[in-house]
């Protein structure tokens, strides 16, 4: 055995002798991942008045905080809808440069030229209700022509049009950009109603909550007095079977009613600890972790 031992040993230095000896820039580095951020653990004891829990839950209700933002939304979807509303402007304006074969005895000229500029500008839109709309225009123009007929050139003119026209019977009244006016502002008063439900309804389970935690804990002592009394009757009645004032029967009921309270007890601490849990996912909700040890 030790001649085999002394040979291992040898084998294994030459071995070791023999490998080649490994730089450090040999050696990769190890893989580094990055470590996730951990969010805050809440632990102890947190004392807690019922406008405090309330605020609380309010703030840290990620249903309430998503539903706050639907009356905003259906708002600029009104003002979006009231849009349809605002006029639009426009304008044209071109040079012209034309020449025309005279087909006019009156004119002395063989070929008629016409050469300016001119344009045409205004604003339109739509009259909420009744669905009219209407149109306020500028014409302008400045013309020269060899004409001879024609006295003036060159010759500027400038027309102001406006006009309003009234559907009488489709599109009166209830036309499209007028119902959707209407329907979002119903949009945003239901929108706005049910943001109100979410935060009575969120108030509400909160302060149900809260005196459900209140009575259970009271509930809680209560169990735990009815014990202590189970067992000092336990223990007077061993005492009197000790001395024979009492049958073993009796000891027996005792230690029943004993096991009978354990189990109340034991019944009103987990629906204490479930009240617990109840009224600390309104109050903190998102900001609870899986290690989060918490009493109220």
């Known amino acids: 055995m030790l001649l085999r031992a002394i040979s291992a040993a040898l084998v294994l230095a030459g071995l070791a002798l023999a490998a080649p ?3 450090a820039e040999d050696v990769p580095p190890a893989p580094t991942t990055p470590s996730p951020i951990a969010a805050p653990t809440l632990h102890g004891n947190l004392a807690l008045s019922l406008q405090e829990a309330i605020e609380m839950g309010l703030e840290n209700n990620l249903n309430l905080e998503v539903q706050r933002h639907g009356p905003l939304i259906a708002e600029e979807d ?5 849009g349809a ?3 639009s402007f426009y304008g044209d ?3 012209l440069d034309s020449e025309t074969p005279n087909a006019v005895a009156l004119n002395a000229q063989t070929t008629t030229s016409l050469k300016g500029v001119e344009g045409t500008g205004g604003f339109q839109g739509l009259i909420p ?3 009219a709309s209407y149109d306020l225009s500028l014409y302008s123009s400045r013309l020269e022509t060899n004409n001879t007929i024609q006295s003036v050139s060159p010759a500027m003119r400038s027309i102001v049009s406006i006009g309003v026209s009234v559907p009488l019977l ?3 009244i209830w036309n499209e950009p007028w119902t959707r006016v209407k329907v979002t502002k119903i949009l ?7 943001f109100r439900t979410e935060v009575m309804d969120t108030v509400r389970d909160i302060e149900g909550a809260y005196w459900a935690l209140i009575a259970n804990e009271e509930q809680l002592r209560v169990e735990e007095k009815s014990l202590e009394t189970a067992k000092a009757l336990l223990e007077q009645t061993k005492t009197q079977y000790e001395v024979g004032v009492v049958s073993k029967v009796e000891v027996t009921e005792a230690e029943a009613g004993v096991a009978a309270r354990e189990f109340s007890r ?8 479930t009240a617990q849990d109840r009224l600390i996912d309104l109050v903190l909700g998102p900001n609870l972790t899986a290690e989060s040890k918490l009493m109220i």
């Open 21 to 23: 000896h490994a730089r």
């Open 78 to 82: 009104a003002v979006i809808a009231w």
């Open 85 to 87: 509303y605002d006029p």
């Open 93 to 95: 304006t071109h040079y």
């Open 129 to 131: 209700w009744l669905g």
């Open 170 to 172: 489709r599109g009166l």
């Open 188 to 194: 945003h008063d239901a929108q706005l109603e049910n």
């Open 266 to 273: 034991i019944t009103a601490e987990a629906t204490y600890l």
